[in-house]
């Protein structure tokens, strides 16, 4: 009886002790999740706090080195829209929403009714037609830059907007016939031959019961779409003019006062009010961009 009132006693210490070392690894796991996300956090928040802090703080205390914003001031951002030093600020900000806005539409029409056909007819050369397109999305901008010069130059569209609406819809297309193409692939076709057994055309089949579900997508890929030539520098650097440039190079070329001086607090204003839009974006649609990058990972 001694003998096994031990044994039982034995077996519930190790079941006490092997419950403790697994909700010790638990504890453990939870740890490492929440430090590695503070971490990624910190990594990614930090350069932008920094732009926010330095942005409301006065010229005088540019490189104050401490975290919590300091001397607060508004007149960065009045800066920033300042002409009396040659900068644009104002008209670039408009720029960037027209140049972003039209090339998201016309990606959008092009790239939904691609990606339709890639994901739903049979045609000869279908996946060689979407490697070119893959293959497109690869291509260094940089490798463009030389014959777009070349190009716009001859016909006279340096400094025009279509000179830079084009290229970006060149690179803002591949992203979207991608994108939607995985969509569309994910979709029951039952939906579409149950419109066509009611009657519908496959037009109408597409307009009113396709697109309807595949709004999630369409939302996400236009807000990526705008982002992606919202944040274009490069072509946009070499191919506009005053009159034409986005925000990004306007930012770039901000002057201050005196020759040399770079206006380090006007230029953080002026990267605080880019970042406005982007974040409102994000907000305002963020359950879409969520539904739409989710769509069709669970069938």
């Given amino acids: 009886m001694t003998a096994a009132t031990s044994a039982a006693t034995t077996l519930r210490a190790e079941q006490d002790r092997g419950r403790r070392n697994a909700q010790n690894k638990e504890k453990w796991a939870q740890g490492r999740t929440y430090i590695s996300a503070a971490v990624i956090l910190i990594w990614c928040l930090a350069p932008a706090y920094w732009m926010v802090v330095t942005a409301f703080r006065e010229v005088g205390f540019t490189y104050d080195t401490s975290l919590l914003p300091s001397h607060v001031t508004l007149d960065n951002f009045n800066t920033a829209f300042d002409t009396s030093f040659g900068n644009r600020f104002g008209q670039a900000l408009l720029n960037s929403v027209f140049i972003g806005g039209v ?5 959008l029409v092009i790239g939904v009714f691609a990606a339709y056909a890639l994901a739903r007819l049979n045609f000869r050369f279908k996946y060689l037609v979407l490697g070119f397109i893959l ?36 690179f803002v297309l591949p992203l979207t016939v991608y994108t939607m193409t995985s969509f569309f692939r994910e979709m029951p076709w039952e939906l579409e031959e149950s419109a066509r057994v009611d009657g519908c055309t496959q037009g109408q089949a597409f307009r009113k019961v396709i697109m309807p579900l595949a709004a999630p997508a369409i939302f996400t890929t236009a807000i990526l779409a705008f982002i992606s030539s919202w944040n274009e520098f490069l072509i946009a650097s070499q191919l506009s003019s005053d009159a034409t440039q986005p925000v990004t190079v306007a930012i770039a070329n901000f002057a201050g006062a005196q020759p040399n001086q770079v206006p380090y607090t006007a230029i953080m204003a002026a990267g605080t009010i880019v970042t406005i839009p982007l974040v409102i974006l ?16 669970v069938k």
């Fill in 103 to 107: 090339v998201t539409l016309v990606s």
């Fill in 282 to 297: 994000v907000l305002v649609f963020q359950r879409k961009i969520v539904a739409g990058l989710t769509a069709g990972a």
């Fill in 135 to 170: 293959g497109a999305s690869m291509f260094p901008g940089v490798a463009l830059i030389t014959p777009l010069f070349q190009l716009f130059t001859n016909i006279g569209w340096m400094g025009t907007y279509q000179a830079l609406i084009i290229p970006n819809i060149s």
